[in-house]
């Protein structure tokens, strides 16, 4: 049993894991580099993107694109497995980016919705064969929904790869009973480690920011928020906060389709996934869908204007001109607040991730920081490799600092790999 960190071993997104077993092959994750960063340019890889591919499957722990963005460079007929709402959701985001007219890459996002059709979608616990090597999928929290962590096993060897997951997140409190249960006797632990240097990045649990955001729409009559389409569990928390406080939710068409995904397949587990999408909730704390009009700004207008003035509104917003409109009007009011969702890096022009788009439409905007990571925290890392305890050693990937697990982790066999090297299993 062999495994090949392709690339990640010291860098945080476009991780490629390979694990071999008897000439049968299991890749965890195909992604893109994040933004800014230098595009480190691998050999082809036999069995993903050239050769045979009869041996061979791709499992995608979930659809940030620095995990699942390279996928239409794999080749055709090679089998792809994901989560069935991480699925529908990607499909959603990529059905969008292609119709973008000035989209540079529209391009590679209508070849990546080609290559979704064959995507197999996968429940969570569903035991799939390559071969020799079976792969569980485990249900864990992330800033993306329905995301996974994999148990690979084969040859006797258990092999735990934890995708990025957390420990501050809504449904983080299942992780320590999911692992006791399922992740005995595992031999070797494949670790994130995105917030290894940014101790302070998951400083707060998302229930209390949701709570924040709750007194901050008690106070503030008209609040916008600047988050990602697609960190739904944060939305999900901003549509609680706005009901609890009497405001209403506003959002656009692209969004409540995103919203819906999720509602349709989870709400019969738990309530937190059960919107009330027919506007039938009074006084306030309504759900209301702004539909864009031939390329218009999105806009308030008669009768819904009046009540959302009246009764005041939380309202998500994305760096896109259709809301540039709508949030300049507003920002001029005493009680408008805009709040920014998101991680600091992209505004920050020293960071290589730095978003202009994103920089610019804001710039204008007095901001108020509310945020906290999507990604584990050392006290929750601590946590995984204390339950699991793994027998023969932990291996970082998806960080920039591999050599800090062993700083941090000391009682722990801390394994270092370089990408593209072969290690035995």
């Keep these: 049993m062999k495994l090949v960190v392709h690339r990640g071993a010291k860098q945080i997104g476009g991780c490629v894991v390979e694990i071999e077993s008897n000439g049968y092959k299991v890749f965890i994750d195909f992604g893109e580099q994040l933004p800014g960063k230098a595009e480190k340019i691998f050999s082809p890889i036999e069995g993903l993107t050239t050769g045979d591919v009869s041996k061979s499957a791709l499992f995608i722990t979930h659809y940030h694109g620095d995990h699942i963005g390279e996928i ?17 959701i990607y499909k959603c985001l990529e059905t969008r980016l292609s119709l973008i007219p000035d989209q540079i890459n529209a391009e590679k996002h209508k070849k990546i919705l080609d290559r979704i059709k064959n995507i197999i979608p996968f429940k969570p616990l569903q035991k799939t064969k390559i071969g020799e090597i079976t792969v569980t999928p485990l249900f864990i929290d992330h800033s993306a929904f329905d995301a996974y962590m994999f148990i690979i096993e084969a040859e006797g060897k258990r092999i735990l790869h934890t995708g990025d997951f957390r420990g501050h997140g809504f449904r983080s409190k299942i992780l320590v009973p999911l692992l006791k249960k399922y992740c005995t006797d595992i031999d070797y632990i494949i670790s994130e480690g995105s917030n290894i240097l940014r101790p302070e990045a998951a400083f707060q649990s998302e229930q209390d920011l949701q ?18 389409s697609t960190n739904i569990d944060r939305i999900f928390a901003l549509y609680h906060a706005a009901k609890k406080a009497k405001r209403c939710f506003v959002c656009d068409s692209y969004q409540t389709n995103l919203l ?24 306030a704390g309504r759900y209301f869908e702004l ?27 994305r760096a896109n001109k259709s809301f540039k409109q709508l949030l300049s009007e507003y920002a001029k009011h005493p009680e408008t607040i805009i709040n920014y969702s998101m991680w600091t890096g992209y505004l920050d022009r020293k960071n ?58 000391s009682e722990n066999k801390i394994i270092l790999l370089k990408d593209g090297l072969v290690f035995d299993i």
């Excluded at 239409?72 to 994901?82: E, I, Q, S």
């Excluded at 709570?211 to 990602?228: A, G, H, L, P, T």
């Design 291 to 317: 539909k864009p009009f031939n390329g218009k700004p999105l806009e308030f207008t008669g009768n819904l204007k009046s009540y959302l003035d009246k009764n005041g509104f939380c309202m998500l917003i």
């Design 260 to 283: 819906k995904i999720v509602s349709d397949n989870h709400k019969q587990f738990s309530k937190f996934y059960d919107i009330n999408f027919e506007q039938k909730i009074k006084p």
């Design 352 to 409: 290589p991730a730095f978003n202009s788009d994103i920089s610019d439409f804001i710039s204008p905007f007095r901001l108020i920081f509310k945020h906290t990571s999507g990604h584990a925290d050392v006290n929750a890392l601590r946590t995984l490799f204390k339950t699991v305890n793994p027998k023969c050693g932990i291996i970082p990937i998806h960080t920039e600092a591999p050599e800090k697990f062993k700083e941090i982790f």
């Design 211 to 228: 709570k924040d955001y709750e007194i901050q729409f008690r106070k503030n009559k008209y609040s916008f928020v600047f988050v990602s």
């Design 72 to 88: 239409h460079n794999t080749v055709l007929g090679l089998p792809v497995y994901t989560g069935k709402t991480a699925l529908e």
